[in-house]
């Protein structure tokens, strides 16, 4: 199989797979998701994966049938259905299926639970890619992974129109994050990352991250920068579950980052390590 879909114990290839009207998914985008990658058919950080998925279904009051070791079990299988050994591993819930209503549907009303898996190719990660900054217009609860993700589709086609990798979003002079990543800086010989408030998510890639800062002895400060410290920044970061770690060269058109490349390097390869030794076991 070159692609799987599952929708509530019903697997298909994803273009086969069809789903009801009435899935809130359609009327509201009213569910939750979340993704990472599987190599040797091994999938890396599920735990991590699962724990904020359930976090972000019971922040917006879903209710799951289902456990986190149900789940992780179902995810390893069905990702050993797939020919290709490296893949994207994606799936959401949405609050069930039901007339169109803005309230929420009667208790007892079953979530659905959507799974998509598809071949994936690790991009170069020495690669530098551009970025451009956008005022961040988004909700309040942007740490929870909602599947309602318009101002970042809004964002991230204003950055591909602009030649970019990225757009990063600020809420007056504090950058936030991206639209559909992290974003980090390294300056001093320190890396510095938003809190884990509200207004971001809280990132797999981003925990993984500090955690080879620690383990290779870079200090960390969890606290809010801005958009000049940004551009002023000796590197700039980029981080996600499918782009672990890649560094920018310009923002909206200036140069930036270059220049701490052994350190930006030891810690990329680190955590590169890190999931190909995890794939390898199985972990």
Request: proline share 5%; net charge negative; charged share 20%.
């Amino acid at each position: 199989m070159e692609t799987l879909g599952y929708y509530n114990g019903e697997i298909a290839t994803i273009d086969e797979l069809r789903i009801p009207m009435n899935d809130r998914v359609c009327w509201f985008g009213d569910g939750v998701y979340d993704a990472t990658l599987a190599e040797n058919h091994a999938v890396f950080a599920l735990h991590e994966h699962i724990d904020r998925f359930f976090n972000s279904a019971a922040l917006i009051e879903i209710p799951l049938s289902f456990t986190k070791p149900w789940l992780a079990e179902l995810l390893r299988n069905l990702v050993r259905k797939l020919d290709s050994p490296t893949q994207f591993v994606y799936w959401q819930v949405t609050r069930g299926t039901t007339d169109r209503a803005h309230t929420f549907p009667d208790t007892g009303t079953p979530a659905n639970l959507w799974i998509m898996l598809r071949p994936f190719v690790l991009p170069d990660l020495t690669k530098k890619v551009k970025l451009i900054t956008v005022e961040d217009i988004r909700f309040l609860l942007c740490n929870v992974k909602t599947l309602n993700l318009l101002p970042n589709v809004l964002a991230s086609e204003q950055a591909k129109r602009a030649g970019c990798y990225e757009a990063v979003f600020h809420r007056g002079e504090r950058v936030t994050e991206c639209s559909h990543s992290n974003v980090h800086i390294l300056k001093n010989g320190v890396f510095r990352t938003a809190p884990t408030d509200n207004l971001i998510l809280p990132g797999i890639a981003r925990a993984h991250l500090i955690a080879h800062c620690l383990k290779l002895g870079i200090a960390v400060s969890e606290k809010p920068f801005t958009v000049a410290e940004l551009m002023s920044a000796d590197e700039v970061i980029v981080s996600s579950s499918s782009r672990f770690c890649v560094s920018a060269s310009h923002i909206d058109g200036q140069e930036v980052g270059g220049k701490a490349p052994e350190l930006l390097t030891k810690l990329r390869e680190s955590l590169l390590n890190e999931f190909h030794e995890a794939s390898a076991t199985g972990v």
